[in-house]
């Protein structure tokens, strides 16, 4: 069940509703983001999310095309708390933050 409108857009001039999240769900928006490496290829991102999940189901991975040739993995939190969480388990995976 969606939210109540959050606003109006214009596309084109025909406006149209842009409802909000639906109840209980985050917009990625909505989450703290830090891009813990860049490839060059999007296999090898995929391989490495992949990896990670595997040594430390718990993280929360991304990856996504950042611009031609380039792929991003990205760790998503809500808070500072879940970020060192993520953190201690990443360095446990074998991939710490400096």
């Not at 490839?39 to 189901?57: I, T």
């Not at 760790?75 to 933050?97: C, K, N, W």
């Amino acid at each position: 069940m969606l939210g109540t409108i959050t606003r109006i857009d214009v596309d084109g001039g025909v406006p149209y509703a842009i409802p909000a999240a639906p109840a209980g769900e985050h917009l990625y928006s909505d989450f703290g983001r830090s891009t813990l490496v860049s490839f060059g290829e999007p296999y090898r991102a995929a391989a490495f999310v992949e990896s990670l999940a595997q040594r430390a189901p718990a993280l929360q991975l991304d990856w996504f095309r950042t611009g031609v040739g380039k792929f991003a993995v990205v760790l998503t939190y809500r808070d500072r708390e879940h970020f060192s969480s993520s953190a201690r388990l990443l360095e446990g995976a074998g991939f710490p933050l400096d």
